[in-house]
């Protein structure tokens, strides 16, 4: 066999709930498949997500966050990215933020998606204090990947679940941006009636991208986490941002159909697993 590249690696420091896709079992998966060594960080163990079930098991593993950081450090292992989600407190932000300390090199590109809130609420048992907690972690992110909700939460703006229009969806990036990364990628903006989508912008070179498709009736648990792994696992493997961007988007929207097409519960998560061959060829498109 011919020689290989060296393979890309990323830490993906998420929840793992083991009912109701989302965090690490999206995470892994989609990691994998687009080609990245997938190195967990879990930080707390739930029986299912906060979203649509109730009566979860939780057990923290804070504790845990900044020792195996530690660990890996000590080992001298290299990360291409650093890779975040959910987080289910202040603290867990604080011990967050000295992890990438220690596991970002010169060129790891740093991925935080403020996972706190959807359709204009925060989480079961989080609060303002998360917006806080998300704004100093975005300081060290490259790359955000907030929902409409945690995009005005973050930027103090009015929440507006309706039709967006371009100024509004524009300040919020702006707003964004002031807080740091170089690129911002805004999901569940909807710039027209029936379309729904995401909107981002290159800081660096000021370049806008957008991408919508027709909407699904309501809410679909674990979009977001299944859109930010597979776009953080596809820049990781180098791939330009609007192709990123596209090939995720795509992904993310096949996967809203198939779950839609099953009719399965909506706070179980999406169906991505049947259209990881799809995916497959399309990261194979991108990176012959
Ligand atoms: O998908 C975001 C998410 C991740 N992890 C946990 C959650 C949620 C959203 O509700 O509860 C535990």
Redesign the pocket.
Known sequence: MEKLPRLPRMAAI??L?GL?K??LT?ALPIVSVTGVECCCIPT?L?S?????FTD?TFTDLSGDIVPIAEHWHELGVGFDAIYS??L?SETQGKLLERAIELLRGENTLVIVDP?MA?NGRY??NLGGEMTECFRRLIKKADIITPNMTEACFLTGMEYRPGVHDEAYVAELIDRLSELGPSFVAITGVSTESGRVGIVARDNRSGKMCSVMNKTLDGMF??S??VFASAFAALLTQGAPLEDALNTAEEFVTAAIERTAARGTPREY?LDFEGVLPDYIDACRKLFK
């Open positions: 998420h929840d709930s109701g989302c965090s999206v707390a739930l299912t997500h906060t979203g649509g979860w989600g959910y289910a996972a959807d989480y079961a648990h674990g977001g986490d998560g």
